[in-house]
Nanobody
Framework: QVQLVESGGGLVQAGGYLRLSCAAS????????MGWFRQAPGKEREFVSA????????YYADSVKGRCTISRDNAKNTVYLQMNNLKPEDTDVYYC??????????????????WGQGTQVTVSS
């Protein structure tokens, strides 16, 4: 069992930046592919970014490509999402997720095994 706790969300003006963190419990964090998703009220949760545990390759949704960077620190059992040049449409609850199976990250919700509680990101115009 893995527990994920997100932090780093908040209120920021358009053009600003935030760094989200996701701290994981457990001793096998380094073997999990990690992902970030986001969800607005009344909308489906959507893929944002992911990082493979095996290759370190990173993947991004087109909507955030060039503005976000995902990284991980296995010594700290933590995955990060650096978000720059934030836009009002980035306002969402951001969720961290862990996949214990795949080397190539999935973009589908059901492919992830563990989820955090989410952290709110609000971008004002």
């Amino acid at each position: 069992q893995v527990q994920l706790v997100e932090s780093g969300g908040g209120l920021v003006q358009a053009g600003g930046y935030l760094r989200l963190s996701c701290a994981a419990s457990g001793r096998t964090f380094s073997r999990y592919t990690m992902g970030w998703f986001r969800q607005a009220p009344g909308k489906e949760r959507e893929f944002v970014s992911a990082i493979s545990w095996f290759t370190g390759n990173t993947y991004y949704a087109d909507s955030v490509k060039g503005r976000c960077t995902i990284s991980r620190d296995n010594a700290k059992n933590t995955v990060y999402l650096q978000m720059n040049n934030l836009k009002p449409e980035d306002t969402d609850v951001y969720y961290c997720a862990a996949d214990r199976t795949r080397v190539v990250p999935a973009t589908t919700l059901t492919d992830y095994d563990y989820w955090g509680q989410g952290t709110q990101v609000t971008v004002s115009s």
